[in-house]
Structure formats: structure tokens, C-alpha cells
């Protein structure tokens, strides 16, 4: 009886793992669609089908457990014998029928469930070009001048559990992501970019911004007196640039809003900047290296955040009492 049992939860196990394993290779084209994303590992193949073939005999031996433990409890003649008045053809069917749908339900809810796990899982690990993690910010009122943010960075730099410290006009994913500008590349094709953030030294530090191509100061002057912009891989691409490398030091014509529209000149170039949900595209950035600014934000990479808010609110609130 046992092998008996076994033998059926094999044959069926094995037909619903060819099944599967078919609508699986037939069905990969709409979830690539859906998460712009290329599954390079193909769903037949050899590994995949011992794998399938190895759960398919698990779970047909996990089926005749059940049922051989029932077997070996119940007395054959007793049971052959109630058989026929306990249970008509039209209750084994209806049996077999809920029987069915209770594990077609269990498997279509554990297949949602692992579905949403893995797409929250991929929302989750998409490089947003920034961290986040041990950074705190604090606002500045909009009278602040250059010197006072200044004078509050150098003094945050010498806490001991900063890694680093900057300002700008706004925090990465916050305000600065409605604003736009047109810029001109080499063809004289307008490109809108997203503009919007003048930082200080230090900022691409605080954030991790990695720098692919091209290099910034330590004070950004040789940047402000070229009018210098960094711009995202998105970017250098929409301009039409073969490379981050060729576009380090190529002359952009630039909006109104930015120094009169007077042309400014590549210094560097980072990875993407993404502000999107996981189906959208990254929109290409053009941040601009300044020395000094007064209102804004001022960022911070600390080995303590809770501290680290603490002693900045404390710093802010003493230097501007009024905010």
C-alpha cells in the first residue's frame, strides 16, 4: 500500500512539475516586462529539471505519509466492508473535488506570497546612486549666509563621530526632484536634465556618490571658475557622450536659470542618481559643484545618528534662535 501511494503521488507530482515547469518557460516574457528586468538563467535546463524532479519526488513522499499511516491503523475487512455505506460515488467525487481545490488554493497563495517577497526584495536592493543609512540632515533658514554654514560645517567636521559633512539645497529625494533645465551637448540637441543641487565639498562624500569619471577639488574653486557641472551616467548618455571618460571637460550650453546661461564645462561624472519606483526609468541629473551657500541643507555621515540629530538640532537652534 505504502509503494502503492508513493507509485499515484509520483505520477501526479511528476505532471504538475512538467506543467509547471512549461508554463513557467512560457510564461517568463510577462514578469521581464513587468520589472524591466532580463532573466539570464534559462528556465529549462538541465539543473532546473533535476531540481523540479528532486521537490516532485519530495512531495509525492510527503502525500503517502499520511495516507500509509492511516493504512497501517485501520483494519482492511472492516474498512472494505463500511466502504459502500459509508461514502456514494457523488460524496468521493465531491471529496476529491474539495480535496483539490484546498491545495490548488494553498499553492496559489504561496506563489503570491514568495511573488511579493521577491518583488519587494528587488524594489529594496535597486541602487538608488546614494546612501542613507548613518546620515541625518538639518534645515537652515533661508537667511542663513555662506559664512554662518560655513563656520556650522567646520565646527560638525570635528565631532568625533562624524565621517563626513556638507550643504546643499536639499537632501537627495526630497525637493530638488521637480526641477528641470534644458542643456545643449556637442549636436546642439536640447536635453532636459533634473538641476537643482549646488553643493558644497564634501557632499558626494556624505552620500557615497561614487565617482566614475573625471575628479572635483577639495574647495571646488578651479570648478566655480569653469562653471564646472557633474553629471550622471543618464546624463552623459541623453547628451549623446560614447562614454563618462569622453565627456569629462566637454563645454555644455546651458539654461537661463543657471550662471545667465553662460556655457559650463563637465568636470565629473557619477552613477546614476534614481528618485523612481523600480518601473521607471532614472531621469538623467546635473548637479553643480559650488565653494560656498548659505540656505539649504546640511548633510551628515556619522557612525551615530541619534547623537548626531541631537547635537545638530542643539547647533542650529543656539546659532539661529529665531528658526
Keep these: 500500500l505504502a509503494a502503492q501511494f508513493f507509485a499515484e503521488a509520483a505520477v501526479v507530482a511528476a505532471l504538475a512539475g512538467a506543467l509547471g515547469?512549461?508554463?513557467?518557460?512560457?510564461?517568463?516574457?510577462?514578469?521581464?516586462?513587468?520589472l524591466r528586468r532580463s532573466f539570464h538563467a534559462p528556465v529549462v535546463s538541465a539543473a532546473m529539471v533535476a531540481l523540479t524532479a528532486g521537490?516532485?519526488?519530495?512531495?509525492?513522499?510527503?502525500?503517502a505519509l499520511p495516507l500509509t499511516s492511516i493504512a497501517l491503523r485501520v483494519r482492511p475487512a472492516e474498512s472494505l466492508a463500511g466502504r459502500s455505506h459509508s461514502e456514494g460515488a457523488a460524496s468521493?467525487?465531491?471529496?476529491?473535488?474539495?480535496?483539490?481545490?484546498?491545495?490548488?488554493?494553498?499553492?496559489?497563495?504561496?506563489?503570491?506570497?514568495?511573488?511579493?517577497?521577491?518583488?519587494?526584495?528587488?524594489a529594496g536592493s535597486i541602487?538608488?546612486?546614494?546612501?542613507?543609512?548613518?546620515?541625518?540632515?538639518?534645515?537652515?533658514?533661508?537667511?542663513?549666509?555662506?559664512?554662518?554654514?560655513?563656520?556650522?560645517?567646520?565646527?560638525?567636521?570635528?565631532?568625533?563621530?562624524?565621517?563626513?559633512?556638507?550643504?546643499?539645497?536639499?537632501?537627495p529625494g526630497r525637493d530638488f526632484s521637480s526641477w528641470y533645465g534644458e542643456f545643449r551637448g556637442p549636436d546642439g540637441r536640447a536635453v532636459s536634465l533634473r538641476t537643482g543641487v549646488d553643493f558644497t565639498p564634501g557632499y558626494l562624500q556624505v552620500y557615497g556618490m561614487r565617482v566614475i569619471a573625471g575628479r572635483l577639488s577639495a574647495d571646488h574653486v578651479a570648478e566655480k571658475a569653469q562653471r564646472g557641472l557633474v553629471l550622471d551616467r543618464s546624463a552623459v548618455r541623453a547628451l549623446g557622450f560614447a562614454s563618462p571618460e569622453a565627456a569629462v571637460g566637454r563645454t555644455l550650453g546651458t539654461?537661463?536659470?543657471?550662471?545667465?546661461?553662460?556655457?559650463?564645462?563637465?568636470?565629473?561624472v557619477i552613477d546614476d542618481i534614481r528618485l523612481e519606483g523600480p518601473r521607471s526609468p532614472p531621469q538623467p541629473h546635473a548637479i553643480r559643484p559650488v565653494v560656498e551657500r548659505g540656505d539649504g541643507a546640511i548633510s551628515v555621515h556619522t557612525r551615530d545618528p541619534r547623537a548626531t540629530a541631537a547635537q545638530l538640532a542643539t547647533l542650529v537652534r543656539e546659532r539661529f534662535p529665531d528658526t
Design 255 to 268: 539654461p537661463a536659470n543657471i550662471d545667465g546661461g553662460q556655457p559650463a564645462t563637465i568636470v565629473a
Design 55 to 63: 521537490l516532485c519526488l519530495a512531495i509525492a513522499a510527503v502525500s
Design 21 to 34: 515547469l512549461l508554463l513557467a518557460w512560457w510564461g517568463t516574457p510577462w514578469p521581464e516586462a513587468l
Design 127 to 171: 541602487p538608488r546612486g546614494f546612501d542613507i543609512d548613518g546620515r541625518v540632515a538639518v534645515d537652515l533658514p533661508w537667511w542663513s549666509q555662506p559664512g554662518q554654514t560655513a563656520s556650522l560645517i567646520e565646527q560638525v567636521r570635528r565631532w568625533p563621530e562624524v565621517v563626513a559633512a556638507a550643504s546643499a539645497d536639499d537632501v
Design 92 to 122: 468521493r467525487w465531491l471529496r476529491r473535488f474539495m480535496t483539490t481545490l484546498q491545495f490548488a488554493a494553498a499553492a496559489l497563495f504561496a506563489a503570491l506570497a514568495l511573488t511579493v517577497l521577491w518583488q519587494a526584495r528587488y
